[in-house]
């Protein structure tokens, strides 16, 4: 199972740091994506470092943004993409995900793609052309052998921060849509993924690992799932 940790805008210095000692404990291997101001200050035996964005550009005159190559150089291996929290408040479109994709693939920075459709789009029975519609988006022009390079997550908007999660047949459906696309890559699921869901995650086969949110920043919760799902 791969295991990632997306802190999202948390933590100050001083407090990535302690949470840093406490998470160096966990037993399982996971992949830590802090904010760009901790990667400097990233120091796990048990994790590989991850990034939450990147620049769709090279480095050059753009303000404010990071480039891949710069990533690299604080040996990040892995980048989201396409997280829905980027395409709503900072309205990143699949163009977007898609120039980030090449960038990261040019420097050996494995993209984590998140799709999800919205609570509408759900009530509407959309979910399969949307998923569809954001992975050919992201992945237009990619060659066979960069596509097998992809982690693709399942992220329901609507599940995340919220406590739901679909049912396993849901998932189970969409994972099976994403596997369509991407026959060998691994699959992660992510939203409200909790001590709590992971007994109802379990049911679902086709999980190869799960991104997680809110819980990646409570360390005794993280570990108490960290246990429930290795029994
Ligand atoms: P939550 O685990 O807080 O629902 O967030 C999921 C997420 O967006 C991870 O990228």
Redesign the pocket.
């Given at each position: 199972m791969l295991i990632?940790l997306?802190n999202?805008c948390n933590l100050t210095k001083d407090e990535f740091l302690s949470y840093q000692e406490k998470i160096a404990t966990i037993d399982e291997e996971f992949v830590l994506?802090p904010s760009y101001t901790h990667l400097a200050n990233f120091n796990l035996q048990n994790a590989s470092l991850g990034a939450q964005n990147v620049s769709t550009t090279e480095m050059g005159a753009y303000t404010g943004e990071v480039a891949a190559s710069q990533l690299s150089s604080f040996n990040v291996k892995y980048c989201?993409v396409g997280?829905?929290?980027r395409r709503t408040y900072q309205h990143e479109t699949y163009e977007e995900t898609n120039k980030k994709i090449k960038e990261l693939l040019k420097y050996d920075i494995i993209p984590i793609l998140?799709v999800g459709e919205s609570k509408e789009e759900k009530a509407l029975n959309k979910t399969k052309d949307i998923i569809e519609k954001e992975i050919l988006g992201a992945i237009q022009d990619l060659s066979d052998s960069e596509k097998l390079k992809l982690i693709i997550?399942y992220?329901p908007i609507w599940?995340?921060?919220?406590?739901n999660i679909p049912t396993p047949t849901e998932i189970t459906e969409v994972l099976q849509i994403i596997k369509n696309i991407f026959p060998t890559n691994t699959l992660l699921y992510?939203?409200?993924?909790?001590e709590e869901t992971v007994t109802t995650l379990q049911q679902c086969p086709l999980i190869d690992g799960y991104?997680?949110?809110?819980?990646?920043l409570k360390v005794e919760n993280l570990k108490n799932f960290l246990k429930k799902m290795t029994n």
């Amino acid at each position: 199972m791969l295991i990632v940790l997306n802190n999202k805008c948390n933590l100050t210095k001083d407090e990535f740091l302690s949470y840093q000692e406490k998470i160096a404990t966990i037993d399982e291997e996971f992949v830590l994506c802090p904010s760009y101001t901790h990667l400097a200050n990233f120091n796990l035996q048990n994790a590989s470092l991850g990034a939450q964005n990147v620049s769709t550009t090279e480095m050059g005159a753009y303000t404010g943004e990071v480039a891949a190559s710069q990533l690299s150089s604080f040996n990040v291996k892995y980048c989201l993409v396409g997280h829905s929290e980027r395409r709503t408040y900072q309205h990143e479109t699949y163009e977007e995900t898609n120039k980030k994709i090449k960038e990261l693939l040019k420097y050996d920075i494995i993209p984590i793609l998140c799709v999800g459709e919205s609570k509408e789009e759900k009530a509407l029975n959309k979910t399969k052309d949307i998923i569809e519609k954001e992975i050919l988006g992201a992945i237009q022009d990619l060659s066979d052998s960069e596509k097998l390079k992809l982690i693709i997550a399942y992220e329901p908007i609507w599940s995340i921060g919220t406590g739901n999660i679909p049912t396993p047949t849901e998932i189970t459906e969409v994972l099976q849509i994403i596997k369509n696309i991407f026959p060998t890559n691994t699959l992660l699921y992510g939203g409200s993924v909790t001590e709590e869901t992971v007994t109802t995650l379990q049911q679902c086969p086709l999980i190869d690992g799960y991104l997680l949110g809110g819980i990646s920043l409570k360390v005794e919760n993280l570990k108490n799932f960290l246990k429930k799902m290795t029994n």
